[in-house]
Structure formats: C-alpha cells, structure tokens
T-cell receptor, first 116, second 112 residues
Framework: GAGVSQSPRYKVAKRGQDVALRCDPI?????LFWYQQALGQGPEFLTY????????KSGLPSDRFFAERPEGSVSTLKIQRTQQEDSAVYLC??????????????FGSGTQLSVL | KQEVTQIPAALSVPEGENLVLNCSFT??????LQWFRQDPGKGLTSLLL?????REQTSGRLNASLDKSSGRSTLYIAASQPGDSATYLC???????????FGAGTQVVVTP
C-alpha cells in the first residue's frame, strides 16, 4: 500500500472490554513497531516484530497487552480487560530494513482508544 | 534507560524567522537520531535521519546537527512558514534494529 494503515481510527470501549487494533504496514517492510502515545507526550515503545518474530516486547505495560504478526505482514495489538489508563493513541510504524537500523520509520495515523 | 529532553516545550514565531529546536539525550551510545513532525490528530512523519557517524543532515530548509559525545542534536528550520506549525519530536535509536526513544516534543506555531 501507499502507507501504513491502521484501523479503527477511533475506538471507544467500556472498562473491562477487550479490544483489537489492526496495523497494515507498507508492503514488503520487514520491521514493525507498536508505540503508545499519551496526550501531550512523545510515543512510548511497546513491541517490535521482525517479519513474524516478536523480538522485543519489553514495553508492553502488562500481561493484558498482546501483539501478533502471524504471517509477517498485518499485525494486531490486543488489549484485554481494558482500563482507563489504557486510553491513548496507539501508533504502528514500519521500516524496510532490520540490518543496521538506519532506515526511516513510517508511521500510521494511529488508533485513538478511549476507555470509559 | 535513555532519557530525551526537548527544549523549548513550545515556541511561537512570526513567519520568516529561523527556528532552532534543541534535543538532548543521556546515553550517547545511539545508532542514529531521527527528527519527526506530528500534526494534530495525525501520525509522525520522519523529516531527517542522522546516522551516528554523521555530524549533520540537510533537506531543503531543514538542517539537523548531531553531537553524539555531548548528547545533543539541534534542528534548524530556515525562513519559517505557517505550514511549519506542528509538533517536532526527536528520537535517538537505542538498538541496532531501530527502536526509538522519543522526547515530548516542541510545539511550534508560525504566525502569518
């Protein structure tokens, strides 16, 4: 595709509900990242995939957060039993190389999650 | 853990003035540093990427410098325009595969 696509654009969830956020990276991009951005702050790293392998999930806030990329393209971030503190914008980014990290990251427009 | 600070937090200038945005980071062992632009309600757009071995990078009216040993980077925007109004974030890469640590950003307003 032309860019990184995320859906839904907005999600309102009741506390305790499970949600799934989708990311379609740029076709052929090997690396995929998820970031969480709170209002007025910079994005915070959540997890990283190289193809289908999840190489780093050190930023996931709790075991309620789970991410997958089973075929090395589309990725899903799942949040179980949502809490109010999960309200944030969830950003997905991809890049074409994993070899030396000297590749620009391309970000999607994000999913704004509001937990009531 | 890498800590990234951006000063100032907000900046308002009249059109035509040059902009200077500062970024400092605590761990100099970085692989590269990127500057991003974020418009309200939008994702991030990468403006410039400076590799760890480089001192500066230029693209049009944008110039970014990197002093890795002192943990500083500066983004210069020449002859600012109202369309430059946005939040600018710097992000050093802390791993070889490009994991980024972001600052909180500098919110820029350029008035006509």
């Amino acid at each position: 595709g032309a860019g990184v696509s995320q859906s839904p654009r907005y999600k309102v969830a009741k506390r305790g509900q499970d949600v799934a956020l989708r990311c379609d990276p740029i076709s052929g991009h090997v690396s995929l990242f998820w970031y969480q951005q709170a209002l007025g702050q910079g994005p915070e790293f959540l997890t990283y995939f190289q193809n289908e392998a999840q190489l780093d999930k050190s930023g996931l806030p709790s075991d309620r957060f789970f991410a997958e990329r089973p075929e090395g393209s589309v990725s899903t971030l799942k949040i179980q039993r949502t809490q109010q503190e999960d309200s944030a914008v969830y950003l997905c980014a991809s890049s074409s190389s994993h070899r030396d990290g000297n590749e620009k990251l391309f970000f999607g427009s994000g999913t704004q999650l509001s937990v009531l | 853990k890498q800590e990234v600070t951006q000063i100032p937090a907000a900046l308002s200038v009249p059109e035509g003035e040059n902009l200077v945005l500062n970024c400092s980071f605590t761990d100099s062992a970085i692989y590269n540093l990127q500057w991003f632009r974020q418009d309200p309600g939008k994702g991030l757009t990468s403006l410039l990427l400076i590799q760890s071995s480089q001192r500066e990078q230029t693209s049009g009216r944008l110039n970014a410098s990197l002093d890795k040993s002192s943990g500083r980077s500066t983004l210069y925007i020449a002859a600012s325009q109202p369309g430059d109004s946005a939040t600018y974030l710097c992000a050093p890469a802390t791993d070889s595969w490009g994991k980024l640590q972001f600052g909180a950003g500098t919110q820029v307003v350029v008035t006509p």
